[in-house]
């Protein structure tokens, strides 16, 4: 069975700080996908990226860079700088892959409240 | 880049009436498709597996009679909540793989049953 755990549950921050939202994931897997979605108040899934377990290479995109470490079966996102626009609820979930469509396990989000 | 739309964005029925729920690949085709359901501040639950040309497969504790899913091209599967009532309220969200081992979710519909 996979599971994905997103421990925090909200986190404020004011804008222009760092925030690193967790996520650990679960699986027996030898082989799998991670991704991270962006939902803002809109309700509309956006996404943001997708790591092969292969690769453990971390990631940065402009103000955003994700950490996956294997040995502790986490795949951490951090957003540099924050600002407004980035409040919204965060979803971190995990996929088989088959070459196909997979099915994902999402995990519970974080929401992310970004100040002035 | 690869477009998913949901229509209607957002319905209110009154209990005991069907709604349906239209997903569409927009620039690619899609032999399959995933409908998820959220409630309020909560996660993503996959309801079931649209299978272009064949039969859906639902997960575990989804009604397939109340929830018909029917996939009859490469780029539209359209979800049906039969006899709705006001449990069934919810977000209701599509998506599809664009290429492998992605996916693309569409904008959601929101369903308030009366």
């Known amino acids: 069975a996979q599971k994905v755990t997103q421990a925090q549950t909200e986190i404020s921050v004011v804008e222009k700080e760092d925030v690193t939202l967790d996520c650990v994931y679960e699986t027996r897997d030898t082989t799998y996908y991670l991704f991270w979605y962006k939902q803002p108040p809109s309700g509309e899934l956006v996404f943001l990226i997708r790591r092969n377990s292969f690769d453990e290479q971390n990631e940065i995109s402009g103000r955003y860079s994700w950490n996956f470490q294997k040995s502790t079966s986490s795949f951490n996102f951090t957003i540099t700088a924050s600002q407004v626009v980035d409040s919204a609820v965060y979803f971190c979930a995990l996929s088989p892959p088959t070459g196909t469509a997979s099915k994902l396990t999402f995990g519970t989000g974080t929401r992310l409240q970004v100040t002035l | 880049g690869a477009v998913v739309s949901q229509h209607p964005s957002r319905v209110i029925c009154k209990s005991g009436t069907s709604v349906k729920i239209e997903c569409r690949s927009l620039?690619?085709?899609?032999?399959?498709m995933f409908w998820y359901r959220q409630f309020p501040k909560q996660s993503l639950m996959l309801m079931a597996t649209?299978?272009?040309?064949?039969?859906?497969?639902?997960e575990q504790g989804v009604e397939k009679d109340k929830f018909l899913i029917n996939h009859a091209s490469l780029t539209l599967s359209t979800l049906t909540v039969t006899s709705a009532h006001p449990e069934d309220s919810s977000f209701y969200i599509c998506?599809?793989?664009?290429?492998?081992?992605?996916?693309?979710f569409g904008p959601g519909t929101r369903l308030t049953v009366l």
């Open positions: 998506s599809a793989p664009p290429y492998a081992d992605t996916q693309y």
């Open positions: 620039d690619f085709q899609a032999t399959t």
């Open positions: 649209s299978n272009e040309g064949s039969k859906a497969t639902y």
